[in-house]
């Protein structure tokens, strides 16, 4: 119980970016407890105390207060997964989730995840210009996914729970996933993985 007490996330529901670092926490069996940190909570005094740029989500562990969903997957790869698998140490193995860790914060950010946000919460961002980020994206990531199970290596890494999310919500925000086969059969894997849960959907609207 002292465990799952020290160890806090605070996020929300629905966020892509929260379900990155509850899925992986899950998956490492780390006992925590969820905050519910709405936008309400977000805007005051006393969270940017802990997030100062008001952020989620944001992990507690001990004494430590880690802001950045990449980071702390990073930080839990590093401290936690001692069969090294979620984040390779060789040059080249942490090369490539370092390169889709930057892709989930870049274009996965910009292009599905903002279509989302814009459509299902009325949130700044304009989900054409959204889906024009997406498109070119996700042809790279079939073209990637038609030779690789996985995005950084022959196993899951921590590069495909950071993509995950908005790009297998991504019909949620108006992008849909039928022109990419790849795409679909790696969300069908990697929600297959022992213990994954995934996040729950929101109503798809319809795509232009």
């Given at each position: 119980?002292?465990?799952?007490?020290?160890?806090?996330l605070?996020?929300?529901?629905?966020?892509?970016?929260?379900?990155?670092?509850?899925?992986?926490?899950?998956?490492?069996?780390?006992?925590?407890?969820?905050?519910d940190?709405?936008?309400?909570?977000?805007?005051?005094?006393?969270?940017?105390?802990?997030?100062?740029?008001?952020?989620?989500?944001?992990?507690?562990?001990?004494?430590?207060?880690?802001?950045?969903?990449?980071?702390?997957?990073?930080?839990?790869?590093?401290?936690?997964?001692?069969?090294?698998?979620?984040?390779?140490e060789?040059?080249?193995?942490?090369?490539?989730?370092?390169?889709?860790?930057?892709?989930?914060?870049?274009?996965?950010?910009?292009?599905?995840?903002?279509?989302?946000?814009?459509?299902?919460?009325?949130?700044?961002?304009?989900?054409?210009?959204?889906?024009?980020?997406?498109?070119?994206?996700?042809?790279?990531?079939?073209?990637?996914?038609?030779?690789?199970?996985?995005?950084?290596?022959?196993?899951?890494?921590?590069?495909?729970?950071?993509?995950?999310?908005?790009?297998?919500?991504?019909?949620?925000?108006?992008?849909?996933?039928?022109?990419?086969?790849?795409?679909?059969?790696?969300?069908?894997?990697?929600?297959?993985?022992?213990?994954?849960c995934?996040?729950?959907?929101?109503?798809?609207?319809?795509?232009?």
């Amino acid at each position: 119980m002292a465990d799952q007490v020290s160890r806090v996330l605070y996020t929300t529901k629905f966020s892509g970016h929260g379900h990155r670092v509850e899925q992986f926490m899950n998956l490492l069996g780390l006992a925590h407890r969820i905050v519910d940190t709405p936008a309400e909570m977000r805007r005051t005094p006393e969270f940017a105390a802990i997030s100062p740029l008001r952020q989620i989500p944001v992990l507690k562990d001990g004494d430590l207060t880690l802001a950045d969903s990449n980071a702390i997957l990073v930080y839990l790869a590093k401290k936690y997964d001692l069969s090294g698998t979620w984040l390779p140490e060789t040059p080249v193995g942490a090369a490539q989730v370092q390169r889709f860790l930057s892709l989930a914060a870049g274009e996965v950010a910009y292009g599905p995840a903002t279509a989302r946000r814009a459509l299902q919460w009325n949130l700044p961002g304009d989900p054409v210009q959204a889906a024009a980020i997406a498109q070119p994206l996700l042809q790279f990531l079939d073209r990637h996914l038609s030779a690789n199970d996985f995005l950084a290596a022959a196993h899951p890494t921590i590069a495909d729970l950071a993509c995950y999310p908005y790009v297998a919500h991504a019909p949620e925000g108006a992008i849909s996933l039928q022109p990419f086969p790849s795409v679909r059969a790696w969300i069908a894997r990697v929600e297959s993985i022992p213990g994954f849960c995934c996040m729950e959907p929101l109503p798809v609207p319809e795509l232009a």
